[in-house]
């Protein structure tokens, strides 16, 4: 069964930076890859990036370019965002979610249970 | 990147009425595309991917269809538990969300 666990809330101030972590279990691990999405209050769904588990290669929306890091630690299975430079505007709940890698798979087929962070001074 | 525009952004309707979903893309995105189902305090659910393939244990109440740039998602008898945002998404390098349609309960 295929479940993917995310960090727990957090809340910043204006400048600092904010690292979520996602544990996936039930499935191969570097077979697949994680993409991360957030939705703000009242806003819809917004992609910031993919990262392969199998090379580390990555891909970012260009929103978010220069101020998002994705990594993988494949000896625990766990996928890690980090923002940096926060701003208010990046008050959001955050989703991780199983990606494909070759187009052998669906996309987002399954989802963390979202990490809300709040910046706030 | 790729933008996707959805439409309408809301779409009124009773229980057990059809609805059609549209989702245009700014250049062909073949049929690397996806629907999702988002409810309040919940993660979103892949409904459709590959433009028409439904995704595990999703009813057959929902298809997908189109290809390149015009795509829609019709749900042939609204249920009350298909009330919810819907979002489409492609997949083609990067990745990319429409601004989602509500469906509500007229």
């Known amino acids: 069964q295929v479940h993917l666990v995310q960090s727990g809330a957090v809340v910043k101030k204006p400048g600092a930076s904010v690292k979520v972590s996602c544990k996936a279990s039930?499935?191969?691990?570097?077979?697949?890859?994680i993409s991360w999405v957030r939705q703000a209050p009242g806003q819809g769904l917004e992609w910031m990036g993919w990262?392969?588990?199998?090379?580390?290669?990555?891909k970012y929306a260009q929103k978010f370019q220069g101020r998002v890091t994705l990594t993988t630690d494949t000896s625990t299975s766990t996928a890690y965002m980090e923002l940096r430079s926060l701003r208010s505007d990046d008050t959001a709940l955050y989703f991780c979610?199983?990606?494909?890698?070759?187009?052998?798979?669906?996309?987002?087929?399954?989802w963390g249970q979202g990490t809300l962070v709040t910046v706030s001074s | 990147e790729i933008v996707l525009t959805q439409s309408p952004g809301t779409l009124s309707l009773s229980p057990g009425e059809r609805a059609t979903l549209s989702c245009r893309a700014g250049q062909s995105v073949r049929t690397h595309l996806a629907w999702y189902q988002l409810k309040p305090g919940q993660a979103p659910r892949l409904l459709i991917y590959g433009a028409s393939s439904r995704a595990t244990g999703i009813p057959d109440r929902f298809s997908g269809g189109g290809s390149g740039t015009d795509f829609t998602l019709t749900i042939t008898r609204l249920e009350p538990e298909d009330f919810a945002v819907y979002y489409c998404q492609h997949y083609v390098n990067s990745r990319a969300f429409g601004g989602g349609t509500k469906v509500e309960i007229k």
């Open positions: 979610a199983r990606d494909e890698i070759y187009g052998g798979s669906p996309p987002f087929d399954y």
């Open positions: 039930g499935y191969t691990f570097p077979n697949f890859g």
């Open positions: 990262i392969s588990a199998y090379n580390g290669n990555t």
